[in-house]
């Protein structure tokens, strides 16, 4: 196990001569395991999308409520996960925090040998998934810590964009792991599924336990491959502070909008697509808008460097304003279109990505070094909530309604607040922080 005794990344000999390998190496080191729990947070956006037809007594709005509450558990554990890894260090933390993770796939695929197992126990087990979606707040407190200042920018978004991954990854992976008896009998029994060509078998509980071996390599890769950095603990107190802050409930309404757009979509889009058009094959195309949201996240750092956060950021807001009228205007009964809804959605996977990034590079020019760590916890927090209101917004508009349109119009309605918080505090000539003119200052 390592222990690092000195650490300075901005002293440049330290750096050449030592730094920049042990850098790296937790760099992908925590790749890997942010990769895998974000996988693990979302694994219930692709098994919810059969249980009705499996045999599983649920309600549409219950399926929904399963996507949408793990984001619940991931932005209340978030800003403990930011602190809690400042304290413990980095290798451990990850280490625990991945290992756990253990408990809910595995607790998954035993509740989904059997279909008369209670809601309120897939409620817990999708709870608990949600812990995987803390491990981005201490992932990201940790990593940046091993780079000088002039990288902590670039390192940042790797780890966050490549991380952000796992939701493609595992909404690509599971399909094809549930159509086959992979794990024999220690798997269980499949579930019976009627089609238009026929009885089908699945095994559900593939798409939980196949994420349990790299679970496994992964924690003890960290717990190995890893350093516990000699960095002073931070008060509480003075993390707090924040908290006093205007700017920091501003900056966390856009957080939402643009992370919690991600991860939200990311988790009803699967539901949405068979809900809309039930009668087109799409479960092998839904992994393509998470990932162009994590691609575009990167994208968005770098134009936020070129041309300015706030800039960017308003820009993007209207896109995904634009990508939200087309969605509507594709589900109607005279233009419905799969195309057309399909395309839609990208535009607004890619642009929330974008955004993503590109009010990421806002938060040290508002806060400063000292309150920008604490501002990233709690604004990565409270915008993973979008995770969990986004798709029970959906499933709510559809039980009151029969249609997702109203929820739309409240997202149109809430991009709309955004692009006037970014146009008011940071664009315009008179902006309390004027973002693009200090973005050009660094």
Known sequence: ???????????????????????????????????????????????????????????????????????????????????????????????????????????????????????????????????????????????????????????????????????SLAQFLIPIVIVFPIFGALGGEPQTIETSNGVTQVWLQNGALIWAIPIVIFSFLALFGMDNLPLEKPKLSSQLQVFRRKHMYLITILYIMSFGSFIGYSAAFPLLLKGEFPHINTVQLVFIGPLLGAIGRPVGGYL???????????????????????????????????????????????AGGIANGSIFTMFPLIFGPVESPAAIGLASAIGAFGGFFIPSLFGWSIDATGSVGFALTIFIGYYILCAGIIWFYYTRKKAEIPIDQLTKKN
């Open 1 to 167: 196990m390592n222990q690092t005794n000195y650490w300075n990344p901005n002293d440049l000999t330290f750096w050449e001569a030592k730094g920049k390998r042990v850098a790296n190496r937790n760099l992908w080191i925590s790749i890997a395991n942010l990769m895998i729990a974000f996988s693990v947070w979302q694994i219930w956006s692709m098994l919810s999308l059969q249980l009705i037809d499996a045999g599983f007594p649920y309600t549409t709005e219950q399926v929904y409520n399963l996507a949408a509450i793990p984001a619940l558990t991931g932005a209340v554990v978030r800003f403990f996960y930011s602190i809690g890894v400042t304290y413990f260090g980095g290798r451990t933390w990850t280490f625990l925090s991945s290992l756990i993770l253990l408990v809910p796939v595995l607790g998954v695929g035993w509740a989904l040998t059997n279909t008369d197992t209670p809601y309120i126990v897939m409620i817990i087990l999708a709870a608990l998934c949600g812990l995987g979606g803390g491990n981005f707040a201490s992932s990201m407190a940790a990593i940046g810590h091993f780079f000088p200042k002039t990288l902590q920018g670039s390192a940042l978004g790797i780890n966050g964009g490549l991380g952000n991954l796992g939701v």
């Open 304 to 350: 936020a460097d070129k041309f300015g956060g706030a800039k960017v950021s308003l820009i993007d807001v209207g896109i995904m304003i634009l990508g939200v009228l087309g969605v509507i205007f594709f589900i109607q009964e005279l233009t419905n279109s799969f195309i057309g809804f399909f395309l839609s959605f990208l535009l607004l996977f890619a």
